[in-house]
């Protein structure tokens, strides 16, 4: 039996906790990974355009891999709530995942097809589009908060690094967007901000 399939197999419950960690990682990486995917590139405007997604695929992958090494690791401890904290915190980041998915389809369907027109986004009739009341990148929010969820869930300092890390660069990406929709558009809703109600 493969190491990897014994690792699964594990019958205890620091490691049924640690493999439904394991499995929202697996999920993140076969479903998830819109940031990295779509926007990472711009982290490597200095590399040759066909190794953009490579390396962010590359860099996705090695996040994964590493938190998935501390969270199966024999000395792992699971978190200090128990199944609460990893139910709850699961709870909430489909929660966060489902709405960064709402707010995508709301943006595709901002610009009529074979269009190159911009609008203002605001809330349509979905309950979790009323962020962009707030923010004008409620994507980056509900992304920027999936990973807060995660960290809190896994309690490893990789998942709080890469959770760092991935808000710095969504802030910076909100950050320009913003500042861009507000030259371009005179009507801009003037209360909103760019990643954080009411903050940032």
Known sequence: ???????????????????????????WQLVGQDVLQNDCWRLYL???????????????RGYGVLVGYFVNHPLYTPP????????????????????NFVIHCALRDLRPPGTKERKIPYPTSHPLTQLFRFVFCPNYTYEAGSWIV?????????????????????????????RNYRKEFKDYPKGRKAIVPFLL
Request: aromatic share 14%.
């Open 1 to 27: 039996m493969c190491s990897c399939t014994h690792i699964l197999l594990l019958s205890t419950v620091q490691q049924q906790q640690a493999n439904l960690m394991l499995l929202l990682q697996l999920l």
């Open 46 to 60: 200095f590399i040759d355009s066909p190794m953009r997604p490579c390396l962010c695929s590359t860099f996705s």
């Open 150 to 178: 995660f960290s809190v869930m896994t309690q490893t300092l990789t998942a709080v690094l890469f959770t760092l890390f991935g808000f710095y660069q969504m802030a910076v990406w909100a950050i320009g967007k913003h």
């Open 80 to 99: 200090m709530l128990g199944d609460a904290q990893v139910y709850t915190g699961l709870a909430l980041f489909l929660f966060n995942e489902y709405g």
